[in-house]
Every structure is written in C-alpha cells, then in structure tokens.
T-cell receptor, first 112, second 114 residues
Framework: KNQVEQSPQSLIILEGKNCTLQ??????????LRWYKQDTGRGPVSLTI?????NTKSNGRYTATLDADTKQSSLHITASQLSDSASYIC???????????FGAGTRLFVKA | DVKVTQSSRYLVKRTGEKVFLECVQD?????MFWYRQDPGLGLRLIYFSYDVKMKEKGDIPEGYSVSREKKERFSLILESASTNQTSMYLCASSFEGGATDTQYFGPGTRLTVL
C-alpha cells in the first residue's frame, strides 16, 4: 500500500533553533518527493522537489534530504523564525501520471 | 505569480443542501484538482480535470461531482451535503500535471455541514 508517514505530528521549538522533520514513504513506482509549507488558513506552497537521483535540495534556510534506498526524507530548518510556524507536508508522486500521496503533515510552532 | 482563488473561505450548510465550491486560476493551467484535508490525514484527492469538460475520479469521489466548463474554472459540487463532508477543501492547478509538476493551491474553503 502506498503510504507517506511523517513525524513528529507536532513540534514546538524556540526561535533561532534548528529542527528536523521526518518523512518515511512506501510508494512505488517513485517519481519525486516534495515538501510543502502550509500556513494556517492558506493552501500549501512548494518548498523543494527531489527526484530519485537527488539526495539534497536547499531553499534558503530549508534543506531537504532524500535517501531513496531507505525511502526516507527529512526537512531541516536552520535558525528558525516565527514565520516558520506552519504545517510541513511531505508529498510523494508516482511515475506515470497524476498520482500523488500526501503525508498528514508536521505542525511546527516556533515560539519567541 | 500564480493565483488560485476559491469562492468562499468559510461556508456553513445544512444536511441535504446542494453545495457549490468554485475555484479559479489565472495562469492558463491545463490541470485542476480538488482535495479535502482532514486532521491527521493527508490531503485526499476527490477529482481532477486535465482539460475543459474532462474529469477523472480521485481517491474519494463518492458524494461529489465536478464541472469544468471553462479552462480557468473548476467547480466542486456536493449534491446533498452530509455531516461527514465537513472538511477543508483545497483547489489546486498545475501546468502539465505530470508527476514533476508543481501544484499551486488556493487558500481553501472550510465547509461545515450541520
């Protein structure tokens, strides 16, 4: 069964600290993995995308990694800011069309 | 910038009512999608459309229908709303719709069915 599992479900960190969010997937045939950021009351916005051959991708203070062998991805946030408070959703797409599997998300709260 | 708008941010309806959720995108995207988002679950695809008047069922199409009469507009219809359709509904669009294509999301409509 195609599944995407994220951990932790929620996380509270102090402003300025780093954090890492995890995504494990059992999806086949794999095409790519994305991380989205969803602010409260808004739709998700794409942060990074990685294909099978890529194992890291950065977008400012966000760095995503992908281990296609273990089917794990992580999103590392450096020097967190209050505006990083959001849900972060891991999304895996299958080859051959429109099929995408969304994780349930990690709710991050950054406090001052 | 791509803009995807949805007709309502919040909606309250009664059981049995017919509900229309509208989505408009301004980037001439071929593909449009309707998802629902519930706590503890990932986004689940209800329907998508890859061209005007074309539609495909997603993972949870039961109780829903869609309409795409114009390229920029994709409507989700709840023929007879039920309480288990209380949810956040998100519309998205993409240019090509393949697995590597980015989907751009609207702000969502939070629907409550009483």
């Amino acid at each position: 069964k195609n599944q995407v599992e994220q951990s932790p479900q929620s996380l509270i960190i102090l402003e300025g600290k780093n954090c890492t969010l995890q995504c494990n997937y059992t999806v086949s045939p794999f095409s790519n993995l994305r991380w989205y950021k969803q602010d409260t009351g808004r739709g998700p916005v794409s942060l990074t995308i990685m294909t099978f051959s890529e194992n890291t991708k950065s977008n400012g203070r966000y760095t995503a990694t992908l281990d296609a062998d273990t089917k794990q991805s992580s999103l590392h946030i450096t020097a967190s800011q209050l505006s990083d408070s959001a849900s972060y959703i891991c999304v895996v797409s299958l080859t051959g069309g429109f099929k995408t599997i969304f994780g349930a998300g990690t709710r991050l709260f950054v406090k001052a | 910038d791509v803009k995807v708008t949805q007709s309502s941010r919040y909606l309250v309806k009664r059981t049995g009512e017919k509900v229309f959720l509208e989505c408009v995108q301004d980037m001439d995207h071929e593909n449009m999608f309707w998802y629902r988002q519930d706590p503890g679950l990932g986004l689940r695809l209800i329907y998508f459309s890859y061209d005007v008047k074309m539609k495909e069922k997603g993972d949870i199409p039961e109780g829903y229908s869609v309409s795409r009469e114009k390229k920029e507009r994709f409507s989700l219809i709840l023929e007879s709303a039920s309480t288990n359709q209380t949810s956040m509904y998100l519309c998205a669009s993409s240019f090509e719709g393949g697995a590597t294509d980015t989907q751009y999301f609207g702000p969502g409509t939070r629907l409550t069915v009483l």
